[in-house]
């Protein structure tokens, strides 16, 4: 919804087509995520702490098709202050996920492939 949300504000026709390419993506990764969720059911299991089995989410295209659709639509706009959201939310997210393979997998070792 958010390249949908950025795209009516735009004027500018390769804007308008830049940010629809987004709202396919985000569109795709959207139908996509439920399906699996609900043909492969999520499941977890116990490590040194709680983790949820979801193999499709980590998938190299999803990540970062959502990601694209969420975070760098935004960059993509003409309104300097959706530009300012967007940098903002790719570098929280870069921030996120660097909290989380730290916490969740000290050492360096890397992120679990189901």
């Known amino acids: 919804m958010r390249p949908f949300s950025i795209g009516l504000m735009e004027n500018i026709a390769w804007r308008k087509g830049a940010l629809s390419v987004f709202q396919i993506t985000g569109i795709a990764v959207g139908l996509y995520l439920p399906y699996f969720i609900v043909r492969f059911p999520l499941t977890s299991e116990v ?4 983790v949820y089995v979801l193999p499709h989410v980590r998938e190299p295209p ?4 959502c990601l694209a659709a969420t975070c760098v ?3 993509f706009s003409g309104h300097k202050a ?5 940098a903002l939310a790719l570098l929280l997210f870069i921030a996120a996920y ?8 000290p050492c ?7």
Request: glycine content about 6%.
């Open 108 to 114: 360096g070792a890397s992120l679990p492939r189901y």
């Open 82 to 86: 959706i530009n300012i959201f967007g």
């Open 98 to 105: 660097r909290f989380y393979t730290v916490a969740f997998f």
């Open 73 to 75: 639509a935004p960059l």
């Open 62 to 65: 999803v990540l970062e098709f």
């Open 47 to 50: 490590h040194q702490h709680m």
